[in-house]
């Protein structure tokens, strides 16, 4: 099992850049994911990187604005998020799972959740 932390969310203008972390302690052999949660709505895959980085995987929305990354020396892993707009206001939840394709997916019964870090966009 894996433990996730995440951090580095809060209230940003609409055309802000924010960096949010993961923190990940226990077995750390493990491909790592972003999701998201508004209110009201499904939870949403953003992206995915394998466990040593070689491939990563975004949702649509998220192409060309946000970068998911590691260091896996730290066991810490990154979403850049760039070009934020309002409606990716969200909680968003790092999830870990030895399946690269249960995380591309919505998650499995073998995944890992952090407890989400709250992302709010004003316009």
């Known amino acids: 099992q894996v433990q996730l932390v995440e951090s580095g969310g809060r209230l940003v203008q609409a055309g802000d850049s924010l960096r949010l972390s993961c923190a990940a302690s226990?077995?750390?052999?493990?491909?790592i994911a972003w999701f998201r949660q508004a209110p009201k709505k499904e939870r949403e895959f953003v992206a995915a990187?394998?466990?040593?980085?070689?491939?990563?995987y975004y949702g649509d929305f998220a192409k060309g604005r946000f970068t998911i990354s590691r260091d896996n020396a730290k066991n810490t892993m990154y979403l850049q998020m760039n070009g934020l707009r309002p409606e990716d206001t969200a909680v968003y939840y790092c999830?870990?799972?030895?399946?690269?394709?249960?995380?591309?997916?919505?998650?499995?019964?073998?995944?890992?959740w952090g407890q989400g870090t709250q992302v709010t966009v004003s316009s």
């Open positions: 990187i394998s466990w040593f980085g070689g491939s990563t």
């Open positions: 999830a870990a799972d030895r399946s690269i394709d249960s995380l591309r997916g919505s998650g499995g019964p073998a995944t890992s």
């Open positions: 226990g077995r750390t052999f493990y491909h």
